[in-house]
């Protein structure tokens, strides 16, 4: 039953556990997802409710016999558990099943592996699978407890005696993390250093942040054709990119795309993606995309807000972008807040999305009058080349001026202005 002797991609069976603390159906419908996106098919689907997993194989006995008999019949490559397993859970469900077992950690940090392009990617994913592997190797298997080579003849270096492969594995892990550490410290100072550097040249900073798959490359390349990978699966895009913008009140500013976001996102990749995702919570502006047709799109928007505290961006204004909206004859119910519904493949809504975003963020200039004595002629240059003047009088006390006031010299100017 399920047998397909043509089918070209590996094989997977989804298993997991239900013990009631998340939904399991929209959870394995998002593990099937995360499979296709790694390169399987979907052979079936075994669940067990429990009020919580066997310690040594998640499943029960019975059931696990029954996905045993599943994997003989299927023909199935691998089985892929919706949880993070124990080594010992690997190791024993793998003797018994005889197939390769993949925990959801596993599969996603696969995928971010295959996605990963800049440098920076790359390391952060690397990090991620270390951080994973490490506390993990005491249950790793056999071949990670073996005797290194303490006595025997042959010249050059060798272990100690009685040090096992595990404790030369772990130690290799730990400095490899450590390097790797350092190299992202150092990227993440030169990010902080390009955040500190647009702030000082008054750029305005919107971030595209929302769960994966959701559009968000496609509608930064709709507004700002900026040629970025758009495909229709999970996790297509993990490097952040930055465009300018132009809004309709005549402001520049950088439109910033971000990694997609997932329930229950690994708490390894959280931490190494944090530099990235911090993206988000140092803009003046983030746009919460959800799609809006995928019948999930509150608990989408959840998921980004929960993830934007974590960062402690509690702070940052947030605009609702409800995509794809032209594949839904109405729009979803139970939404909070400020919203603006758009199709980013068809450019529907966008311009009134433009509007919306200008109106969000702070005003770019504040009308105010201001008496400036004469020694601060440089600051009224600045005013009459960055601002507006409506009106200016010479006075025995300074110069008297009416003019829009760009918001980043008020700090230079709240001295001078008149009550």
């Known amino acids: 039953m399920y047998e397909n002797q043509t089918q070209s991609l590996p094989t997977a069976i989804l298993a997991g556990v239900d013990t009631g603390e998340y939904e399991m159906e929209l959870s394995i419908d998002e593990l099937r997802e995360l499979a296709a996106s790694a390169g399987y098919e979907t052979a079936g689907v075994l669940t067990q409710r429990r009020e919580e997993p066997d310690a040594a194989t998640c499943l029960g006995a019975g059931r696990l016999e029954e996905l045993r008999d599943f994997v003989q019949n299927t023909g199935a490559d691998a089985v892929i558990f919706d949880h993070e397993l124990s080594p010992l859970q690997i190791r024993n469900l793998e003797q018994t099943l005889n197939c390769p077992i993949i925990d959801r950690t596993m599969l996603i940090l696969d995928i971010f592996a295959q996605r990963a392009v800049s440098a920076e990617g790359k390391l952060q994913v690397e990090l991620a699978r270390l951080r994973y592997q490490l506390p993990r190797l005491a249950g790793w298997g056999v071949q990670l407890s073996r005797q290194g080579g303490g006595g025997g003849g042959g010249g050059g270096a060798r272990r100690g005696a009685g040090e096992s492969k595990k404790e030369v594995d772990r130690r290799h892990i730990q400095r490899r993390i450590t ?104 803009a003046d502006l983030v746009l919460n995309v959800c799609d809006a047709s995928s019948g999930e799109a509150p608990r989408q928007l959840a998921v980004t807000r929960e993830l934007l505290a974590q960062l402690g961006a509690e702070g940052v204004p947030v605009l609702t972008v409800l995509n794809k909206c032209d594949l839904l004859p109405q729009l979803p119910e139970g939404l909070e807040g400020q919203w603006v519904p758009i199709s980013a493949k068809t450019g529907a809504g966008l311009p009134e999305l433009l509007s919306a975003i200008a109106k969000a963020l702070p005003p770019a200039h504040l009308r105010a009058k201001l008496l400036l004595p004469y020694s601060a002629g440089e600051l009224e240059a600045k005013i009459l080349r960055d601002g507006k003047v409506f009106s200016r009088d010479y006075t025995p006390e300074g110069t008297l001026l009416d003019a829009n006031i760009p918001t980043e010299l008020l700090y230079l100017v709240k001295n001078y202005i008149m009550v």
């Open 179 to 282: 390097a790797l550490s350092r190299e992202l410290e150092d990227l993440t100072q030169r990010r902080q250093r390009m955040r500190e550097r647009r702030k000082k040249d008054s750029v305005t900073t919107v971030a595209i942040v929302g769960y994966t798959n959701v559009g968000k490359s496609t509608l930064l390349n709709t507004l700002t054709q900026a040629g970025v990978l758009a495909e229709d699966k999970l996790f297509a895009t993990l490097d952040p990119t930055a465009r300018g913008l132009d809004l309709p009140d005549g402001r520049r500013v950088m439109l910033v795309d971000t990694v997609g976001l997932l329930r229950r996102l690994p708490h390894h990749l959280v931490e190494a993606f944090r530099s990235t995702l911090e993206e988000a919570a140092q």
